[in-house]
């Protein structure tokens, strides 16, 4: 086995739009950081389009020619973001009330999958990467429902910012190690 070769999720001639998303997220999480008066119900639909974006960019990953290893996780992932998207999207009330919550299934949703994608490709150089970066989203999922238990919403507020960002890299980082290795004859 050709361990320069592995990665844990597979490669995809699609790793840009990956990038772009993550690059997205980025841009939101530090726009919401610096100016946190644009308030708690805007956060909420920009984060459903946000999700709305991934949901779709996951679904042509998955769909495409050269799709991904575990390609069935990423049609959960991106109906799971589609369908949270689109409730943040569909009513400014519902979305500030449940907001919290939503954000909470997401990061722990992908804090399970990423647990589970380390511990399936131990072999690779850098699976714990993966591994503290799932135990890092569990906990954020978990801050989540807390927060929204509370309904302090100074601290979903600073979650949601520090979320974006958090997960914008992680995306950004994910993007790379789809990246197709060229094989030295200018083939992916």
């Known amino acids: 086995m050709n361990l320069s070769k592995f990665n844990l999720v597979g490669y995809s001639k699609s790793w840009w739009l990956i990038l ?15 100016w946190p008066g644009a308030g708690y ?3 909420s639909q920009i984060f459903g389009w946000v ?8 679904l042509i990953v998955a769909a495409g020619p050269h799709y991904p290893k575990g390609w069935g996780w990423w049609i959960a ?9 689109f409730m943040l999207v569909r009513s400014i009330m519902l979305s500030e009330f449940v907001f919290p919550y939503f954000l909470a299934l ?10 589970i994608s380390s511990v399936s490709g131990h072999r690779g150089k850098y699976w714990w990467l993966y591994l503290v970066n799932g135990i890092l989203l569990l906990l954020i999922g978990f801050f989540f429902l807390e927060a929204g238990w509370v309904q302090n919403m100074m601290m979903v507020s600073f979650l949601t910012s520090l ?3 958090y997960w914008g890299f992680s995306l950004c980082m994910l993007s790379y190690d789809l990246k197709p290795i060229s094989d030295g004859n200018g083939d992916e």
Request: charged fraction near 0%.
């Open 20 to 34: 772009i998303a993550g690059i997205v997220m980025v841009l939101c999480g530090f726009a919401y950081w610096f």
């Open 41 to 43: 119900a805007i956060a």
């Open 51 to 58: 999700l709305i974006l991934a949901g779709v960019i996951q």
């Open 77 to 85: 992932g991106g109906m799971i973001d589609l369908f949270v998207g």
């Open 106 to 115: 997401i990061f722990i949703y992908w804090g399970i999958t990423t647990i």
């Open 163 to 165: 979320a974006f960002i």
